[in-house]
């Protein structure tokens, strides 16, 4: 039922609890699993280049490399989870019971997003508290990480939404993560600081969207920066609105959604 101001509450609420059941039901493969994988990550990567020994921006590397490594666990998270939901309705042919209710698109998206976006903070959650345990992880600035922490899981739901809503099979979603979300990740600076970078490529850099969410994030921790973190804030929210946009605008004219 929809109160005076027009939104469908109970609906709402209803579709971001059964977006949030589906990854808790099974949550050895959807939180313990990448938990398990990023410190996997955080292993190979500071014995390959060093360990302690070596620093960056002179912060030992592994306190460098730790919040890039959640960032991407959040990130990755949240885009599996709402491409997930979408693609296995859609293959499955219960994508009507989404969107026979009385809800509208942006009430579709938000209930959807929300689910992908809670999905990425339980596991970036779960990844820093036992990462603390072996990186001495420290907190610069809490409103940075919470603040990147959201968008960038809302950034990567939308994407996922979008990248579903596209995606006529699996193979095409797995396209969509193997050739954009994946290069984009390991791009942004993650495993390194674009000051190392040649100029032409720290050009490149700054044009990768997941650097703004990985260097405003690293910053809520170290306090160090490759790029202006005001200027990040600013990307992050143009970039989700316009997302945000594009994605309601899908579900409202039912693109490849109905017959």
């Known amino acids: 039922m929809h109160d005076p101001a027009g939104a469908n509450w109970i609906g ?68 599996a989870n709402t491409s997930s939901s979408i693609m296995i309705a859609k293959v499955q042919g219960n994508i009507v019971d989404t969107l026979m209710p009385p809800l509208t698109a942006h009430e579709l998206v938000l209930g959807i997003a929300m689910g992908g976006v809670t999905r990425g ?11 603390s345990l072996v990186v001495g992880l420290g907190v610069h600035n809490p409103a940075f990480i919470l603040y990147h922490a959201v968008m960038a899981s809302l950034m990567l739901a939308l994407l996922g939404t979008l990248g579903a809503l596209w995606a006529e099979k699996f193979d095409h979603i797995a396209a969509v993560t193997n050739f954009v979300i994946t290069p984009l990740s390991f791009l ?46 600013f990307v992050m929210a143009v970039i989700n609105a316009l997302l945000w946009c594009l994605v309601t605008r899908l579900f409202r004219t039912g693109y490849k959604l109905k017959a």
């Open 12 to 79: 709402l609420w209803t579709l971001y609890m059964r977006e949030v059941r589906r990854f808790a039901k099974v949550y050895t493969q959807t939180i313990m699993a990448p938990v398990v994988t990023t410190l996997l990550f955080l292993a190979i990567f500071s014995l390959a280049l060093g360990g302690a020994a070596r620093s960056v921006a002179g912060i030992p590397f592994p306190e460098f490399l730790a919040p890039g490594l959640i960032m991407m666990a959040i990130a990755q998270n949240s885009f």
């Open 121 to 131: 903070i339980v596991v970036g959650t779960a990844v820093g508290i036992v990462m």
């Open 188 to 233: 942004s600076g993650t495993f390194y600081s674009i000051q190392r970078l040649p100029e032409a490529a720290q050009v490149a850099a700054h044009l990768n969207p997941f650097f703004y969410m990985i260097d405003g994030f690293r910053y809520g921790f170290i306090g160090h920066a490759d790029g202006h973190v005001t200027a990040g804030v």
